[in-house]
């Protein structure tokens, strides 16, 4: 399913940004989806995942993220208040449809490109 991401930008610390993920094509309702981030440098990592079971969070960024989806726009959400210049990263949205350990990359089937974070001090 193909996936578009999209609204991130420059943010202060402390302050907040709402990325959304739009799906085309097959609804979003039939995949768990997550998000994932890359910061230069370094692995990229998992940040949170929604789908048909409760949604899981790294710890990182618990009480400060919340992802939640639109089932009629197909759109899935992320979120992000108190922003952190750690934060700063390029942020991946992902939809799976097989079970598995949804915090692994490897278990994710589609990939939207990627949306650009930033969190200046």
């Known amino acids: 399913v193909p996936l578009q991401a999209c609204g991130g930008g420059l943010a202060q610390a402390g302050g907040s940004l709402r990325l959304s993920c739009a799906a085309s094509?097959?609804?979003?309702?039939?995949?768990?989806t997550g998000w994932f981030r890359q910061a230069p440098g370094k692995e990229r990592e998992f940040v949170a995942f929604?789908?048909?079971?409760?949604?899981n969070y790294r710890n990182s960024v618990k009480g400060r993220f919340t992802i939640s989806r639109d089932n009629a726009k197909n759109t899935v959400y992320l979120q992000m208040n108190s922003l952190k210049p750690e934060d700063t990263a390029v942020y991946y949205c992902?939809?799976?449809?097989?079970?598995?350990?949804?915090?692994?990359?490897?278990?994710?089937?589609?990939w939207g490109q990627g949306t650009q974070v930033t969190v200046s001090s």
């Open positions: 992902a939809a799976a449809v097989r079970p598995g350990n949804y915090v692994v990359r490897s278990v994710y089937d589609y």
């Open positions: 929604i789908g048909w079971i409760p949604g």
């Open positions: 094509g097959r609804t979003i309702n039939n995949y768990i």
